[in-house]
Nanobody
Framework: QVQLVESGGGLVQAGDSLTLSCAAS????????MGWFRQAPGKEREFVAAIRWSDGRTYYADFVKGRFTISRDNNKNTVDLQMTSLKPEDTAVYLC??????????????????????WGQGTQVTVSS
C-alpha cells in the first residue's frame, strides 16, 4: 500500500505561481514513478506531469511545458509540482499518483491514469482572471 498526501493548493491570480507537494509513504518502492493529474469540473482527468524515482526522467503534458516543473526528493519521498504563469484554465483538482509498477521505456505508460495504482485525495487549485 502507498499513501499519498497532497498540499499546496489555493486561490491565485492569473500569472501567479504555486507549488504543490505530494508526500508518499508505505510501499513506495513498488512504483517506478510519481505523477500529477488534474480534473476540472465536468471534464475527464488529464495527465500533467510525471517523474521516475530512479533517474529523475520527467514527462509533461504539452499544455504545461515551459510553465510547470516536477521534481522529487528520494530521501523524503516527496514530489513537487512547481507551477508558473498560471492561467484560469489551469483551475482543477490536482491529484498525485504512484505508478506504473513496471519499468517502462515508453513515455506512453507514464501519461496514462490507468497505469497508476495509488492516488491522493487531491488539492484544489483555482486561478482567477
Amino acid at each position: 500500500q502507498v499513501q499519498l498526501v497532497e498540499s499546496g493548493g489555493g486561490l491565485v491570480q492569473a500569472g501567479d505561481s504555486l507549488t504543490l507537494s505530494c508526500a508518499a509513504s508505505g510501499s513506495t518502492f513498488s512504483s517506478y514513478a510519481m505523477g500529477w493529474f488534474r480534473q476540472a469540473p465536468g471534464k475527464e482527468r488529464e495527465f500533467v506531469a510525471a517523474i521516475r524515482w530512479s533517474d529523475g526522467r520527467t514527462y509533461y503534458a504539452d499544455f504545461v511545458k515551459g510553465r510547470f516543473t516536477i521534481s522529487r526528493d528520494n530521501n523524503k519521498n516527496t514530489v513537487d509540482l512547481q507551477m508558473t504563469s498560471l492561467k484560469p484554465e489551469d483551475t482543477a483538482v490536482y491529484l498525485c499518483a504512484a505508478g506504473p509498477t513496471r519499468d517502462y521505456r515508453s513515455t506512453y505508460y507514464y501519461t496514462r491514469s490507468n497505469q497508476y495504482n495509488y492516488w491522493g485525495q487531491g488539492t484544489q487549485v483555482t486561478v482567477s482572471s
